[in-house]
């Protein structure tokens, strides 16, 4: 039987989401909820270890409020997959391995995360030995857990108390593993509030034994440390020299209070915004899904956005972010004029500057590129146009950046935003905005 034990601080999140796939579960299983909205605990570490002393299953499972599992028989085959492997330590849906030339080929996992695949799933067909294991769910046999528990006295916060777990149960001869197992991770934001405090402690606990630590948060070295404490310590400079779209963006919703957000997605910026209320439109039904779990609106609509209608001045801002192009010009053309209808004060669009070609992807065909958009189109349209995501030759499919080393193009995509949001046709993406009085 497996334990399970979870920190939660949402009773609602907790309820939808992994309630809801425990209680379809084949298995038998044992619930250790651990109620943490009054912040009893103050570290991960000693919640769950207080959680852990409680379980009696010969697994215990430390899981996250807003994970869930994919199928009815999940733990039965969970459960199966562990008694096969005699040197487990620890076990986990998504990990880092010491191989590879980067982030992506050390990537291991088995996992839907905020609604993205990771690109670990590929050709995962059977345990695989990592690093280390992403917080969000992990499996330690309850005898070694008798004999190791999380350390309270050094991460004594809510970050990389797995990792440390994953390094140390190395030191006893076990091992940490991925199995190929199915989860859904319905993360809205990542917590990073002290992370860097707490990497750095990770470091000095484990430089002797490694001199790279790779986690799903970002490798952990004694270069990278260096890094971080500059960018930390420039951060704020940055990005208010530097600002993001979703600073723009933000700053164009300060003054709205209703919002109606057209192919809204799985992961809208509107999450980042101080909105009271909002109404997303989506058609893809894994999209829509993933987005009401998350809770990013207020009401969800499943249509085409071309088939919805409001009456007049419903909203005070209607958004179309990176959807226009997935329209043909005359659709575009014929839904901008609807905007105008429902909107109160202003219109918000982003779409990539000019034709880039994309296709369906996410097993998703209305990700395809069907139009172009200039900065013509849209000043014929009446409206402001400023350009976003730095130099348009920076970038490619998708927006990737498209030289090496990333770190440097990005930085330099970033300075080049200054001089193409006024000279938005050089810009790699447009951000137009339509007022009314």
Not at 242 to 247: A, D, H, Q, T, W
Not at 319 to 347: D, F, Q, R, S, Y
Not at 363 to 372: R, Y
Request: hydrophobic content about 35%.
């Amino acid at each position: 039987m497996i334990s399970i034990v979870v920190v939660y601080n949402d009773k609602d999140l907790l309820n939808e989401i992994l309630l809801y796939s425990l209680n379809k579960q084949t298995a038998d299983f044992e619930f250790i909820g651990i109620d943490n909205t009054s912040r009893k605990f103050k570290s991960a570490a000693e919640a769950l270890n207080y959680g852990g002393k409680q379980a009696s299953g010969k697994y215990i499972m430390f899981v996250h409020q807003d994970v869930e599992l994919d199928s009815d028989s999940w733990l039965e085959k969970t459960e199966n997959i562990l008694d096969g492997i005699s040197d487990l330590g620890i076990a986990g849906v998504a990990g880092m391995k010491e191989k590879g030339k980067n982030y992506k080929e050390r990537m291991s996992g088995y996992i839907s995360d905020a609604g993205k695949l990771w690109e670990g799933n590929n050709g995962l067909k059977k345990p695989e030995e990592v690093q280390t294991l992403d917080e969000c769910l992990m499996i330690i046999p309850k005898k070694v857990f008798e004999k190791l528990q999380f350390d309270e006295k050094i991460f004594d916060g809510w970050h990389c108390y797995g990792a440390n777990y994953c390094l140390s149960i190395k030191q006893k001869g076990l091992k940490a593993y991925v199995i190929p197992m199915f989860v859904y991770h319905r993360s809205l934001r990542i917590n990073t509030e002290k992370l860097f405090y707490y990497q750095k402690k990770l470091y000095k606990k484990h430089r002797n034994d490694y001199k790279h630590i790779y986690t799903t948060c970002g490798e952990v070295s004694k270069k990278n440390m260096i890094i971080k404490y500059f960018k930390k310590n420039i951060k704020p400079f940055y990005e208010k020299v530097f600002p993001s779209s979703l600073k723009y963006l933000k700053k164009e919703l300060s003054d709205c209070s209703s919002v109606l957000d057209l192919g809204c997605g799985y992961n809208s910026p509107i999450q980042y915004c101080n909105i009271s209320f909002s109404v997303g439109v989506e058609m893809f039904d894994s999209y829509l899904a993933e987005s009401k779990k998350k809770k990013i609106h207020n009401e969800y609509i499943k249509n085409n956005i071309l088939d919805v209608d409001f009456p007049p001045k419903s909203f005070d801002a209607v958004l179309c972010l990176e959807v226009l192009e997935h329209l043909t010009k005359e659709e575009g053309i014929k839904l901008i004029n609807k905007m105008e209808k429902w909107a109160k004060k202003k219109i918000i669009i982003t779409t990539p500057n000019g034709y880039l070609y994309q296709d369906g992807y996410d097993n998703n065909p209305l990700q395809e590129h069907k139009s172009g958009w200039n900065v013509d189109d849209f000043k014929k349209l009446g409206f402001n146009v400023f350009g976003i995501n730095g130099w348009k030759k920076l970038r490619g499919y998708k927006g990737e950046i498209k030289f090496k080393p990333k770190i440097f193009w990005i930085i330099i995509s970033d300075i080049t935003q200054k001089v193409v949001y006024y000279y938005s046709s050089k810009a790699f993406q447009l951000f137009a905005i339509k007022k009314f009085k």
